[in-house]
C-alpha cells in the first residue's frame, strides 16, 4: 500500500537522540547553586529535552495541547455511562477553554489545539478525518488498514506543522467517549495480557458495567483476531482514530526533533503502539502521571516510564500532561536563569557513588 510506504518513510526518518547536547545539560544543572539533582525527575526531563533538539539551550516558551477527538462505535455496546453526542459537546467547548485541561492551560500559557480526527458529529473544530465514528469493535473491526495509517500520517502532521510554527513542546490529549474500552483492547493485544489486567472504570461504571466492558474487550480482540506484532493491524481492528492519531503524533515527535509529554492510559498506549513501530521514538517521549486505569502500570513497565507525577488523575483531556509541562516549564526557568557556585564564588557540590 502506498500509504503504508509514506509510514515506514517517517518511521525512517527517526533519529537517535543527541548525547552530547544531554551532558551539557546534565553539566548545566549540575554546576547551578543548588542541591544536586534537587528538582528530581524534572532535571531528567530538562536533559531528555536538551537531547530532543539537540541544543543544551532549552526553551519551552511556547508550548502547545493537542487534543484528539473521536468517536467510537463499542459505546453501542453499553460500556460507558454517556453516549457519544458527548465527545462532540465536550469538544466543542475546547475551542472556548470550558473544559478541565482548557482552564489548566490558560492558567499555564499553553496554547489549546482541538482537532476532530473520527467524530461522528460536526462541530467547529478543526477536521482531519478518515472517517465519522469508528466500527463497533464487538462486532466488525474499528476501520480498514488504510484509514488507521492515514490517522497515524495526521497524527505525524500535525506535529510537523506545530514544529513549524514555533512550538518548543507539545502535549497531547484526547476526548472520545468509549477510548478507555478500545485502548483496554489495543492494550491486552500489544501486552499480550488478558482484558481483566488492563481494563478498569474510565470516566466511572458500575461492578457489572465494568464486567460489561472486560467481557467486550474479550469479546473484541477474540473475533478480531489483529496481529500484536503489527501495531498498524491492532489499531485497525480494536482501536480508534484518536489512538492512531496520537501514535502519530509519538512518532511525529521522533521525526521532528520535539519532545511530546504524555498524559495517562490512552496516550500511553498510544505511545507503545508507535515505540513498537520503532523503538527509537521512545527518548522523544515524555511521561507525565499515573493515571488510576488498572493497565497504566503494565503499559509504564513496556515502555520502561517513571512518570514524575502519582495523584490519582483520571481526567483524561491531556490534563495530567498540562500539569506536569507546567512544573517542567518552571524548572526550565530555574535551569536558565540561576546562576552557578562558580558565579558565587563558591565550591561546587561532590557527587559520590550511591
Known sequence: MELDKILTYWLDMVQPVNEEAMAAARERWNALAKPL???GQLESSVISIAGITGSYEVRTDKKGLLVLCADNGVVEEGVTQTGQEVTSVMAQNFLSGNTTSGILCRKAGIDLMPIDVGMSRETDVPAR??????????????????????????????????KENGYEILSVGEMGIGNTTTSSAVASV?????????????????????????QVVNQAVSKRHPDKT??????????????????GVCIGAGCCHIPVVLDGFITCVAALAAVRLNPGILPYLIPSHRSTEPGMD???????????LDLNLCAGEGCGAVLYLTLLDEAVSVYRE?????????????????
Do not use: C
Not at 230 to 247: C, E, H, N, W, Y
Open 37 to 39: 539533582h534537587g528538582l
Open 129 to 162: 478525518k478518515a472517517a465519522s465514528g469508528t466500527g463497533d469493535i464487538a462486532v466488525t473491526d474499528a476501520m480498514t488498514r488504510a484509514q488507521a495509517v492515514e490517522s497515524i500520517l495526521t497524527g505525524i502532521s500535525l506535529v510537523k506543522e506545530a
Open 190 to 214: 500489544l501486552l499480550d495480557l488478558p482484558a481483566e489486567k488492563v481494563t478498569g472504570t474510565g470516566a466511572g461504571l458500575s461492578r457489572e458495567g465494568l464486567k460489561r466492558k472486560i
Open 230 to 247: 503489527d501495531p498498524v493491524d491492532v489499531l485497525a481492528r480494536v482501536g480508534g482514530f484518536d489512538l492512531a492519531g496520537l501514535t
Open 298 to 308: 503494565a503499559v509504564l513497565e513496556a515502555l520502561q516510564m517513571s512518570p514524575g
Open 338 to 354: 540561576m546562576s552557578t557556585f562558580s558565579e558565587n564564588q563558591l565550591e561546587s557540590y561532590k557527587e559520590f557513588p550511591s
